[in-house]
């Protein structure tokens, strides 16, 4: 007795579909179907909001780094018997008042952070690699970054909610002015960017392990050079922001029980960190250097040109450690540079441009058209 061969069967329905959109496209009369675009039913379009929710859908809710996030909170919060009215709501206030919190905390952060990056670039030097006389490609912003940065809005705000309510109650965080010592105060500001990187420096490099990437990480890294302050720092998958805001959490609790910690030198904390993220994401020159801490937007432009290198944010000693560390290089020959009084007069060498890109297609056109990436 023979045996069908199931590839048969999907041939014979390949071409079934193939004719109808044969038919389809030659029949001057009007359905309620959609016309067949080239290549048959298998390559029809959705509308834009459709894909968004389907990305949306694929993406968070049925994504595996989502369901492990959402597993692992709920025996926390069962373990510690903290309601999900707790976790949103610590300070027990009313919706309008929540609302109003939101508020004024996406006002500190777009009007007073991110506003104090875009007072100081125009006074600073752009990076080497974006002096170009073409630009560098940019991501253009669409309803699945917006999603994600609504959802990550929401986030900071639960966040900066349960960190100010620790730092109001918690008996091992000092409070009084007159208790600010050289320990709980400039040491553990030092101590909390130590720690806090020591922390994420693997994390980052575990979400770029290839089985991993695709989950979460990859989203954040469609910008080979983001330009846009907080809008390209804060567009991630929530499940990144999470985990980097958990281990912020527990760098606070590691400093307090070691070396002590006075709520000035979180608060210092928290602005360094949220003006250095920022900055990390526009395409100005900014180094900050002080007994081992080496912040640089450089390090970090690095690491979205080279995926593989540069995972700390502030503390590249970790990066060394590592193995991963990568010095800054423009992309630019100096040669051209020098002819060029400082500019690139022949166009731009491939390292300067995403692994995915064509630099003859840039040297021809001035950009670049974004592909699929790897996973």
Request: aromatic share 10%.
């Amino acid at each position: 007795m023979k045996t069908r061969d199931k590839s048969d069967g999907r041939s014979v329905w390949k071409k079934i579909r193939e004719e109808f959109c044969v038919k389809r496209r030659r029949s001057p009369k009007r359905t309620l179907l959609p016309a067949c675009p080239l290549g048959g039913m298998d390559k029809l379009k959705q509308p834009p909001l459709l894909q968004s929710l389907h990305e949306v859908m694929r993406t968070i809710v049925f994504n595996p780094a989502s369901a492990l996030v959402v597993v692992i909170a709920a025996a926390l919060m069962r373990r510690s018997q903290m309601s999900l009215a707790a976790l949103l709501n610590p300070w027990e206030v009313s919706l309008l008042m929540w609302l109003s919190g939101y508020a004024a905390v996406r006002v500190a952060l777009l009007g007073f952070v991110d506003g104090v990056v875009w007072f100081l670039a125009p006074r600073l030097p752009p990076l080497p690699s974006r002096v170009g006389p073409k630009p560098v490609y940019q991501h253009q912003i669409n309803a699945m970054d917006v999603t994600y940065l609504l959802i990550n809005s929401t986030i900071e705000y639960v966040f900066a909610q349960q960190i100010g309510h620790l730092l109001w109650h918690a008996p091992f965080i000092v409070r009084a002015p007159e208790l600010l010592g050289l320990l709980n105060g400039p040491l553990a500001f030092w101590l909390l960017l130590v720690v806090d990187d020591m922390l994420y420096a693997p994390l980052h490099r575990f979400m770029h392990l290839q089985s991993i990437y695709k989950y979460v990480h990859k989203h954040h890294h469609r910008n080979t050079y983001p330009a846009r302050g907080y809008i390209d720092a804060a567009n991630e998958h929530p499940v990144e922001q999470i985990s980097a805001l958990t281990l912020h959490w527990m760098a606070v609790h590691i400093v307090a029980f070691t070396a002590g910690l006075h709520v000035a030198a979180v608060g210092a904390h928290f602005g360094f960190k949220a003006l250095g993220a920022c900055f990390n994401h526009t395409g100005y020159d900014v180094r900050v250097a002080f007994l081992g801490i080496d912040y640089s937007v450089r390090s970090h432009e690095t690491h979205h040109r080279k995926p593989t290198t540069n995972y700390a944010q502030y503390v590249m000693f970790w990066d060394r450690i590592m193995g991963t560390y990568r010095e800054y290089e423009s992309g630019w020959e100096a040669k051209d540079v020098s002819a060029a009084g400082g500019h690139a007069a022949d166009g731009p060498a491939a390292d300067r441009l995403p692994a995915w890109a064509d630099p003859a297609l840039e040297a021809r056109a001035g950009h670049v058209a974004e592909r699929a990436h790897a996973d």
